[in-house]
């Protein structure tokens, strides 16, 4: 890699700067592409942000994020289904192409019926997303996080459940939770014609915080190199999403931190 044509900064990375902050941003660095976060851009109209992404000639990569189906309840997962029908209309409006999903734990579900309630919830908004020209990325997690975060915790796990729909659900693939996994290279193969986003970051050893800890492309352990020539074998060929949850990072001074994600992008993906 040498130059910054598919490069898209994930808005949490330089997390204390607003949308429009992020957006011009990365004009400024001439980053093609952002992931934005439903947070921050409910903090403004949705014609204001399309308008500053026309300004900034930016196209957004993915919102995130969707999922958190398996809720304790039947009413609150019935008010997750509905909530990510707004995340949904929101992709439409920010022309979006994909919705992240994380998937969401157990909440005193065996893990079992906690994949069901993920697979039926996927069902159910589908159709919804297809009406919209939206597709839904299955984001697998580490399995650190399946006690809160996500059932969904290996691409393989991710291609089952996407190949169970059209082509409105497939799978984005993040180098920090699944590096580890002994069958990567045989899922991202598999995964080929459902691979909706590539996301990069590093594993830091050891990893000094279990959300907090993600560490910049090169700094880490993580052969990115190599995962990144796996998915370019598939043909993927849309954006690169830089996505570190950091603290250190976020306390940098955004410009700074934007500089050296260049330059590790650069470097070492």
């Not at 399309?50 to 309840?73: E, H, I, M, W, Y």
């Not at 996927?122 to 809160?148: F, K, R, S, T, V």
């Not at 089952?160 to 497939?170: H, I, K, Y």
Request: some cysteine; proline content about 6%; glycine content about 6%.
């Amino acid at each position: 890699m040498n130059d910054l044509s598919r490069l898209s900064l994930n808005q949490r990375t330089i997390n204390r700067w607003s949308l429009r902050e992020a957006i011009e941003g990365c004009a400024r660095h001439s980053i093609p592409y952002i992931g934005i976060w439903r947070d921050k851009l409910a903090e403004q109209p949705i014609a204001l942000t399309n308008q500053q992404l026309r300004d900034a000639n930016l196209k957004v990569s993915s919102l995130c994020r969707g999922g958190f189906f398996s809720a304790p309840t039947p009413q609150a997962r019935a008010a997750s289904i509905e909530d990510n029908r707004r995340a949904i209309e929101d992709c439409a409006a920010i022309n979006a192409p994909v919705l992240v999903l994380v998937c969401g734990p157990a909440h005193g579900q065996s893990l079992p019926d906690a994949r069901a309630t993920v697979r039926d919830a996927i069902a159910e908004l589908a159709p919804y997303a297809q009406q919209h020209n939206i597709q839904l990325g299955i984001e697998p997690l580490h399995p650190m996080y399946a006690a809160d975060r996500s059932v969904i915790n290996t691409l393989q796990q991710a291609n089952d459940l996407a190949e169970q729909f059209n082509t409105a659900v497939g799978v984005v693939l993040d180098v920090f939770h699944l590096w580890w996994d002994p069958e990567i290279h045989q899922q991202i193969q598999r995964a080929a014609p459902r691979i909706l986003g590539f996301h990069v970051s590093d594993w830091l050893n050891p990893l000094p915080d279990i959300l907090l800890g993600r560490g910049l492309m090169g700094d880490g352990i993580i052969d990115i190199p190599t995962l990144r020539h796996a998915v370019d074998t598939t043909n993927y060929t849309g954006p690169i999403e830089v996505e570190i949850f950091n603290q250190k990072l976020w306390d940098t001074d955004p410009n700074q931190a934007l500089t050296n994600i260049c330059n590790a992008y650069l470097t070492h993906v």
